[in-house]
Structures are given as C-alpha cells and as structure tokens.
C-alpha cells in the first residue's frame, strides 16, 4: 500500500512564506514523476509544479518566479512557496505518478493567505 502525505500548510499574510513537504511510503514500483496540485474552492484542480523523473521540473505560469519544488531525497518533493498571495488560497495535493497510467493522491494541506 503506498500512502501519500503532504504537511506544511497553514495560514500566511499576502507576501509571507509556506514551506509545503510531501513524503512517499509503501510499495510503490518506481516514481514517473511527482507533482504539487492546488483547488482553489469553488474551481477545478491544477497543476501547480512537476517534477519529471529526468529532472525537469515545470511551473505553473501563475508560480514562476515564486514557487521552488525541489526532491530532498528520492520520496520527499519539497514545495517553497514565496511571495503569497490571496489567488494562492487553496487545498494543495501531492500527486505520485507510478507509471503513465497509474499514480496516487495525497489528503492535501490547507493554505490561506489572508490580505
């Protein structure tokens, strides 16, 4: 069984910093790809960063310049969020691509950035 789980969010005024962390556990095959998803409510879920198993890592055009996702060893994706703001507020996932086809969510963390 592979469990997903995601810490770090919380409550932060317009320009503070979140430090987002998402640990991999459990029998997994191998790692395609991982990825930081937000759902903002009352919207549909998006990607916000995603790390290729090459090493790419592509960003969000609403993130760029603020957002760092980055692989601490090879189960932890570490989210740095800088520069918030209130558009940021939302539920943020972590998603484990197992294979093309197959991947895992976790329970997602709770960010609020209030103005």
């Known amino acids: 069984q592979v469990h997903v789980v995601e810490s770090g969010g919380g409550t932060v005024q317009v320009g503070g910093s979140l430090r987002l962390s998402c640990s991999v556990s459990?029998?997994?095959?191998?790692?395609?790809?991982m990825a930081w998803y937000r759902q903002a409510p009352g919207k549909q879920r998006e990607l916000v960063a995603r790390?290729?198993?090459?090493?790419?890592i592509d960003y969000a055009d609403s993130v760029k310049g603020r957002f760092t996702a980055s692989l601490n060893n090879a189960r932890i994706l570490v989210l740095q969020m800088t520069g918030l703001k209130p558009e940021d507020t939302g539920v943020y996932y972590c998603?484990?691509?197992?294979?093309?086809?197959?991947?895992?969510w976790g329970q997602g963390t709770q960010v609020t950035v209030s103005s």
């Open positions: 459990g029998m997994i095959f191998s790692i395609n790809g």
């Open positions: 790390l290729a198993n090459t090493g790419t």
């Open positions: 998603r484990v691509d197992e294979t093309a086809t197959n991947g895992f």
